[in-house]
Nanobody
Framework: VQLQAFGGGLVQAGDSLRLSCVTS????????MGWFRQAPGKERELVTA????????FYADSVEGRFTISRDNAENTGYLQMNSLKPEDTAVYYC???????????????WGQGTLVTVSS
């Protein structure tokens, strides 16, 4: 499974941004997609995840109510809509895929390249 993430950029606090993650290859095995982020000097963390089969989401407390994860089965693409962005959301964002729905990073064997999101105050 290959993944490509798109959509990062420089925005101001309060703005919105949508990230996309296009999957290809043996996507029929995928039932979990996660978005992770890594801020400078910090460990990579899970932001949100979705069960591909039924769209069930999980959100970290830090983004609950501001971020929305979704997927388009026909396009094999996942999305992360980020609203009310804060400077502390600044990070490299990665999408990842798994054969299971999980909130644990080790359960994700397939990773896309990161896309940088910078939120200025």
């Amino acid at each position: 499974v290959q993944l490509q993430a798109f959509g990062g950029g420089l925005v101001q606090a309060g703005d919105s941004l949508r990230l996309s993650c296009v999957t290809s290859g043996r996507t029929f095995n995928v039932d979990g997609m996660g978005w992770f982020r890594q801020a400078p000097g910090k460990e990579r963390e899970l932001v949100t995840a979705i069960r591909w089969s039924d769209g069930s989401p999980f959100y970290a407390d830090s983004v609950e109510g501001r971020f929305t994860i979704s997927r388009d089965n026909a396009e094999n693409t996942g999305y992360l809509q980020m609203n009310s962005l804060k400077p502390e959301d600044t990070a490299v964002y990665y999408c990842a895929a798994s054969s299971i729905f999980s909130v644990r990073m080790p359960d994700y064997p397939y990773w896309g390249q990161g896309t940088l999101v910078t939120v200025s105050s």
